[in-house]
Nanobody, 127 residues
Framework: QVQLVESGGGLVQAGDSLRLSCAASGRTFSTYAMAWFRQAPGKEREFVAA????????TYADSVKGRFTISRDNAKNTVLLQMNSLKPEDTAVYYCAADSGGLEYATRTSQSQYDYWGQGTQVTVSS
């Protein structure tokens, strides 16, 4: 089992950058693929980015491709989301999630495939 705690959210202006961090408990962090999802007000939660267990493979939603970068440090049990060129439509609560299933290089995009979730961190981008 793993517990996830997000941090780094805040209020920024359009065009600014922000880095989210997710700290995981437990000694088996490297056995989980990790992902970020987000949920905007009045909308369903959606996939943002995922990274495989060893960090070899990454997958991004089209809406963030080229602007966001997901990375992980298995020695520190941490996954990061670097967000550049932020837009007002990026405003949402961002959630970190862990996937214990899938193959070694899997970067699954469906939230139903993720077993553990953090509480979320708010990101607000003003125009």
């Amino acid at each position: 089992q793993v517990q996830l705690v997000e941090s780094g959210g805040g209020l920024v202006q359009a065009g600014d950058s922000l880095r989210l961090s997710c700290a995981a408990s437990g000694r088996t962090f490297s056995t989980y693929a990790m992902a970020w999802f987000r949920q905007a007000p009045g909308k369903e939660r959606e996939f943002v980015a995922a990274i495989s267990r060893a960090g070899v493979r990454t997958t991004y939603a089209d809406s963030v491709k080229g602007r966001f970068t997901i990375s992980r440090d298995n020695a520190k049990n941490t996954v990061l989301l670097q967000m550049n060129s932020l837009k007002p439509e990026d405003t949402a609560v961002y959630y970190c999630a862990a996937d214990s299933g899938g193959l070694e290089y899997a970067t699954r995009t469906s939230q139903s495939q993720y077993d553990y979730w953090g509480q979320g961190t708010q990101v607000t981008v003003s125009s």
